[in-house]
T-cell receptor, first 115, second 115 residues
Framework: AQTVTQSQPEMSVQEAETVTLSCTYD???????LFWYKQPPSRQMILVIR??????QNATENRFSVNFQKAAKSFSLKISDSQLGDAAMYFC????????????FGQGTILTVHP | DAGVTQSPTHLIKTRGQQVTLRCSPK?????VSWYQQALGQGPQFIFQ???????QRGNFPDRFSGHQFPNYSSELNVNALLLGDSALYLC??????????????FGDGTRLSIL
């Protein structure tokens, strides 16, 4: 069974600074996708960034980028120039192979942004 | 373009009762998945519907059942409610079941409280 682990229950960052959220996963499958989702207090799960396992290049979306280390099964999220609106719960998620869209989520990391 | 909509927003029930939650997928999406999110935890996959059939199921008892209608909307039914069923229930939709590359779009969820 696939597992996703987020070892940082809480993180904090000063506005305009950079923070990195960690995620590791375990799978025996070779074809899969990794995601970071953001869940603000409004509850809606919002897709932040996506990485295809077959791509060596790390995905980037504006201020958000990932460090994907396939051999180490590590998938961290870097948020640059942090903004107050980035404060939320962040979830790492895995899907792939025969899971047909069944997302496996980590436990989440609460990010606090200080002005 | 309407996103995923869920109803009701919040629901209070007592132990032993039955509840039905509803979800309308994002326009153009044909696959609906349901997740249970306990407070402070990551979402857990309940089941997934495509072409009006349950395609995958997570580790949830038979008290949890669902349905998908011809217009792709879906219902989640829970019978014989337990205190442990208190959670945020998230609905997610995507296009083309079986294609893990397609991102899932989430609704705002239904907060179910069991007294």
């Amino acid at each position: 069974a696939q597992t996703v682990t987020q070892s940082q229950p809480e993180m904090s960052v000063q506005e305009a600074e950079t923070v990195t959220l960690s995620c590791t996963y375990d799978t025996s499958e070779s074809d899969y996708y990794l995601f970071w989702y953001k869940q603000p207090p409004s509850r809606q799960m919002i897709l932040v960034i996506r990485q295809e396992a077959y791509k060596q290049q790390n995905a980037t979306e504006n201020r958000f980028s990932v460090n994907f280390q396939k051999a180490a099964k590590s998938f961290s999220l870097k948020i640059s120039d942090s903004q107050l609106g980035d404060a939320a719960m962040y979830f790492c998620a895995w899907v792939g192979g025969t899971s047909y869209g069944k997302l496996t989520f980590g436990q989440g990391t609460i990010l606090t942004v200080h002005p | 373009d309407a996103g995923v909509t869920q109803s009701p927003t919040h629901l209070i029930k007592t132990r032993g009762q039955q509840v039905t939650l509803r979800c309308s997928p994002k326009s153009g999406h044909d696959t609906v998945s349901w997740y249970q999110q306990a407070l402070g935890q990551g979402p857990q996959f309940i089941f997934q519907y495509y072409e009006e059939e349950e395609r995958q199921r997570g580790n949830f008892p038979d008290r949890f059942s669902g349905h998908q209608f011809p217009n792709y909307s879906s219902e989640l039914n829970v019978n014989a409610l337990l205190l442990g069923d208190s959670a945020l229930y998230l609905c997610a939709s995507s296009l083309a079941w079986g294609n893990s590359n397609q991102p899932q779009h989430f609704g705002d969820g239904t907060r179910l409280s069991i007294l």
